[in-house]
Protein backbone atom coordinates (compact mmCIF):
# COMPACT_ATOMS: atom_id res chain seq x y z
CA UNK A 1 0.00 0.00 0.00
CA UNK A 2 1.68 3.35 -1.15
CA UNK A 3 0.38 7.25 -0.57
CA UNK A 4 2.28 9.91 -1.60
CA UNK A 5 0.86 13.43 -1.01
CA UNK A 6 1.80 16.17 -2.92
CA UNK A 7 0.57 19.92 -3.16
CA UNK A 8 1.55 21.53 -0.14
CA UNK A 9 3.66 25.06 -0.19
CA UNK A 10 3.47 28.10 1.60
CA UNK A 11 0.65 30.56 0.80
CA UNK A 12 -0.66 33.97 2.75
CA UNK A 13 -4.01 33.95 4.75
CA UNK A 14 -7.20 33.91 2.66
CA UNK A 15 -5.33 31.52 -0.28
CA UNK A 16 -5.84 28.11 -1.70
CA UNK A 17 -4.34 24.85 -2.49
CA UNK A 18 -4.96 21.85 -3.60
CA UNK A 19 -3.46 18.36 -2.14
CA UNK A 20 -3.65 15.39 -4.58
CA UNK A 21 -2.31 12.22 -2.78
CA UNK A 22 -1.73 9.18 -5.70
CA UNK A 23 -2.14 5.80 -4.29
CA UNK A 24 -1.34 2.35 -4.96
CA UNK A 25 -1.39 -1.63 -3.66
CA UNK A 26 -5.04 -1.81 -2.78
CA UNK A 27 -8.37 -1.24 -4.30
CA UNK A 28 -8.67 2.50 -4.23
CA UNK A 29 -12.34 2.22 -4.66
CA UNK A 30 -13.49 0.11 -1.72
CA UNK A 31 -12.53 2.28 0.92
CA UNK A 32 -13.54 5.55 2.41
CA UNK A 33 -10.54 8.17 2.25
CA UNK A 34 -9.60 10.67 4.98
CA UNK A 35 -7.30 13.62 5.28
CA UNK A 36 -5.46 14.43 8.63
CA UNK A 37 -3.46 17.06 9.59
CA UNK A 38 -0.83 17.36 12.61
CA UNK A 39 0.64 20.66 13.47
CA UNK A 40 4.01 21.03 15.48
CA UNK A 41 3.48 19.84 18.91
CA UNK A 42 -0.08 18.94 18.28
CA UNK A 43 -1.64 15.39 18.53
CA UNK A 44 -2.92 14.27 14.81
CA UNK A 45 -6.45 16.16 13.76
CA UNK A 46 -9.66 14.38 11.29
CA UNK A 47 -9.66 16.84 8.73
CA UNK A 48 -12.13 15.44 6.38
CA UNK A 49 -13.45 12.17 4.80
CA UNK A 50 -14.82 10.59 1.81
CA UNK A 51 -17.38 7.80 1.79
CA UNK A 52 -16.24 5.02 -1.02
CA UNK A 53 -19.39 4.08 -2.43
CA UNK A 54 -21.21 7.42 -3.01
CA UNK A 55 -18.49 9.92 -2.50
CA UNK A 56 -19.98 11.60 0.22
CA UNK A 57 -17.87 14.21 2.06
CA UNK A 58 -17.53 14.87 6.19
CA UNK A 59 -15.51 17.46 7.09
CA UNK A 60 -14.48 18.64 10.80
CA UNK A 61 -16.02 22.20 11.70
CA UNK A 62 -12.79 23.75 11.94
CA UNK A 63 -12.57 23.25 7.67
CA UNK A 64 -15.95 23.21 6.59
CA UNK A 65 -17.17 25.48 4.24
CA UNK A 66 -13.50 26.35 3.48
CA UNK A 67 -11.77 22.79 2.09
CA UNK A 68 -13.54 20.48 -0.35
CA UNK A 69 -12.65 16.60 -0.82
CA UNK A 70 -13.08 14.21 -3.43
CA UNK A 71 -11.49 11.48 -5.06
CA UNK A 72 -11.34 9.63 -8.37
CA UNK A 73 -11.98 6.19 -8.37
CA UNK A 74 -10.42 5.46 -11.92
CA UNK A 75 -6.95 7.22 -11.31
CA UNK A 76 -6.98 5.94 -7.65
CA UNK A 77 -6.39 9.73 -6.03
CA UNK A 78 -7.71 11.32 -3.29
CA UNK A 79 -8.36 15.25 -3.35
CA UNK A 80 -8.22 18.08 -0.72
CA UNK A 81 -9.44 21.68 -2.52
CA UNK A 82 -8.38 24.35 0.36
CA UNK A 83 -9.31 27.80 0.26
CA UNK A 84 -9.49 30.99 2.49
CA UNK A 85 -6.52 29.13 4.10
CA UNK A 86 -5.72 30.63 8.19
CA UNK A 87 -2.82 30.41 9.60
CA UNK A 88 -4.19 27.71 12.03
CA UNK A 89 -4.27 25.75 9.05
CA UNK A 90 -0.96 25.62 9.24
CA UNK A 91 0.06 21.72 9.23
CA UNK A 92 1.70 18.41 7.85
CA UNK A 93 -1.27 17.30 5.91
CA UNK A 94 -1.95 12.96 5.57
CA UNK A 95 -3.60 11.17 3.32
CA UNK A 96 -4.91 8.20 4.92
CA UNK A 97 -7.10 5.04 4.26
CA UNK A 98 -9.81 4.29 6.70
CA UNK A 99 -9.79 0.74 7.73
CA UNK A 100 -12.96 0.49 9.61
CA UNK A 101 -16.11 2.89 10.28
CA UNK A 102 -14.64 3.30 13.86
CA UNK A 103 -11.79 5.99 12.22
CA UNK A 104 -14.52 7.48 9.92
CA UNK A 105 -14.18 10.86 11.27
CA UNK A 106 -11.22 10.46 13.45
CA UNK A 107 -7.41 9.79 12.54
CA UNK A 108 -6.43 5.91 12.04
CA UNK A 109 -3.74 4.71 13.23
CA UNK A 110 -0.41 5.85 11.44
CA UNK A 111 0.08 2.10 9.98
CA UNK A 112 -2.65 4.12 7.18
CA UNK A 113 -0.79 7.36 6.72
CA UNK A 114 0.87 8.46 3.69
CA UNK A 115 4.38 10.63 4.24
CA UNK A 116 2.61 13.76 4.49
CA UNK A 117 3.16 17.43 3.01
CA UNK A 118 3.48 20.52 4.38
CA UNK A 119 1.43 23.21 4.31
CA UNK A 120 2.25 27.03 6.24
CA UNK A 121 -0.05 29.65 5.86
CA UNK A 122 1.37 32.97 7.21
CA UNK A 123 1.91 36.71 6.08
Known amino acids: VQLVESGGGMVQPGGSLRLSCVTSGFTFSSYAMSWVRQAPGKGPEWVSTINSDDAYPYYSESVKGRFTVSRDDNKGILYLQMSNLKPEDTALYYC?????????????????WGQGTQVTVSS
Open 96 to 112: TRVPSTFYFIRPPPKDY
